[in-house]
Nanobody, 129 residues
Framework: QLQVVESGGGLVQPGESLRLSCTVS??????????IGWFRQVPGKEREGISCMSWYDERTYYSDSVKGRFTISGDNVKKIVYLQMDSLESEDTGVYFCAVPVGITTPQDMCVLPVVDYWGQGIQVTVSS
């Protein structure tokens, strides 16, 4: 059974940084698992794809709300995906989910359509002074 587990959330002040980690187990990298990414749900808004990537090339997608502040990266040996979050703002407060689609998708399609088959349990990020 494929499992998706997030870690690294917590409470920080505005302007500070956090790095989230997503560990994926129970699958083999290949054409059935091409993309992976991060979604979040903030108060008063629908769940949104904020950053997605391909395991096999440099293609990435970032939503306008996080572009320039967040960076997604992956370790395809350890099967861990990271989300480096810099210059955090109070508006970034919410629950962050690691997400995995089955099949061939682009990072943009994964985040925007969206295309997701497996979800992590979600992890809380709170940005407050």
């Amino acid at each position: 059974q494929l499992q998706v587990v997030e870690s690294g959330g917590g409470l920080v002040q505005p302007g500070e940084s956090l790095r989230l980690s997503c560990t994926v187990s129970g699958f083999t990298l290949g054409l059935d698992y091409v993309a992976i990414g991060w979604f979040r749900q903030v108060p008063g808004k629908e769940r949104e794809g904020i950053s997605c990537m391909s395991w096999y090339d440099e293609r990435t997608y970032y939503s306008d709300s996080v572009k320039g502040r967040f960076t997604i990266s992956g370790d395809n040996v350890k099967k861990i995906v990271y989300l480096q979050m810099d210059s955090l703002e109070s508006e970034d407060t919410g629950v962050y989910f690691c997400a995995v689609p089955v099949g061939i998708t682009t990072p943009q399609d994964m985040c925007v359509l969206p295309v997701v088959d497996y979800w992590g349990q979600g992890i809380q990020v709170t940005v407050s002074s």
